[in-house]
């Protein structure tokens, strides 16, 4: 009686102790599959990135600015690392052959810019000199080379305003912890909070009508751009626009 008991127990002890293991596998897998989604967002895309993205600097050209490349070089690689559509970026211009030279220097007008007639991508004083004023010039440098009625100067509201869109999506997803004024709105602008609203359902890719987004980026584009209106920047250039940079960079692949 008792060795039947006791067989009992034991049979019962291996059940408990296969559905302890069970659950601990289960966990280990839900960890483990947890640890890949993060691992695919934060480790290095490639062993040697940090010295690649390197060659999108012109060092020669760069020596007035030499002090400031160590921060340029990690912005560059941050940029790289933690923006999956940053590395096609900037894949396209190293492979195609491209250097920026690099230019801080007080400017009245302008906290960043890039000068497509001297390849040169500058920032206003060291306190312009920010990771998301780097994307946004990287991303000029490359619409530029990439789309053609940008290159011809035409249309620069659509250009401006898709890469204002641009930094702030990747600024909201991949640098949520930095300190950031959106660059596509105005804090303090009534459709600011709608238009935070807009960037993410783009980020939970919940626009799939790009007549609908067409819409909702002119209206915030004119909202935006009516501020800073110039020669080059005229608002109504953003009538009839449809994507083109954010085409090639954000929705790529996106669309069902």
């Known amino acids: 009686m008792k060795t039947k008991l006791f067989r009992n127990i034991g049979y019962l002890l291996f059940i408990l102790l296969a559905l302890s293991s069970c659950v601990n596998e289960m966990d280990m897998v839900e960890d483990e599959q947890g640890l890949e989604t993060l691992s ?3 480790s ?3 062993a040697g990135y940090e010295e690649w993205v390197k060659k999108l600097i012109d060092y020669d050209k760069s020596a007035d600015s030499k002090s400031y490349l160590g921060k340029v070089e990690n912005f560059l690689q941050s940029i790289y690392r933690f923006i999956p559509e940053m590395r096609d970026v900037v894949d396209d211009l190293i492979n195609r052959g491209f250097k ?3 230019a801080v220097r007080h400017d009245d007008e302008r906290k960043s810019w890039f000068n497509p007639n001297s390849s040169e991508i500058g920032f206003s004083g060291v306190e312009n000199l920010k990771i998301e004023n780097m994307i946004h010039e990287l991303l000029h440098f490359f ?3 990439t789309v053609d009625e940008y290159r011809k100067r035409l249309y620069a509201a659509r250009e401006e305003y898709e890469i204002r869109v641009l930094t702030d999506l ?3 997803r991949d640098f949520s912890t930095f300190p950031y004024e959106y660059q596509g709105m105005k804090i303090d602008h009534d459709e600011y909070i709608r238009y935070l609203g807009w960037l993410d359902k783009l980020l939970k890719n919940e626009v799939q009508n790009m007549d ?3 819409e909702n980026f002119i209206q915030f584009g004119i909202s935006r751009l009516f501020w800073i209106e110039d020669t080059k920047i005229k608002v109504a250039d953003l009538n009839g626009y449809r994507p083109r940079l ?3 960079i954000w929705f790529y692949g996106k669309i069902k």
């Open 212 to 214: 609908q987004f067409s």
């Open 143 to 145: 619409a530029f080379y």
């Open 170 to 172: 990747f600024m909201r």
């Open 40 to 42: 695919s967002r934060t």
């Open 100 to 102: 920026f030279r690099v």
């Open 246 to 248: 954010l085409g090639i």
């Open 44 to 46: 290095p895309p490639f």
